[in-house]
């Protein structure tokens, strides 16, 4: 299974594992900092898929992120986001999940 790993710059993701489903073959994530770097750092250690989406900003100037995050959340069969409550980005893929019908699980866990 695929599953997309996004969520807020300023959050500490705890154990990532615990999150992610028993037949994840592949981690997508948007190389970014705070939850897109644990993703990186579970994928790598445990050895599973990583496959990361980066922001084009010379092809798409400041809706680079937003595009990128559509990208990640299309090419997942589950996306858990890890939510503050606040950053827009995150709000941004939970409302596009549930408008495209993509499983998604939202957590919000504390900030450091």
Do not use: H
Request: glycine fraction near 8%.
């Amino acid at each position: 299974m695929k599953v997309a790993v996004v969520g807020s710059r300023n959050l500490y993701v705890n154990d990532l594992g615990k999150y992610l489903p028993e037949n994840v073959t592949e981690i997508i994530s948007g190389g970014a900092k705070g939850v897109d770097t644990y993703a990186r750092e579970y994928a790598m250690y445990n050895n599973i898929k990583l496959t990361e989406f980066l922001p084009e900003y010379s092809k798409y100037g400041r809706s680079a992120p937003l595009k990128r995050n559509i990208t990640i959340i299309e090419n997942a069969d589950l996306v858990l986001a890890f939510w503050d409550g606040s950053s827009r980005g995150t709000k941004y893929v939970i409302d596009q999940c549930r408008k495209r019908n993509i499983p998604i699980k939202v957590f919000k866990p504390i900030c450091p």
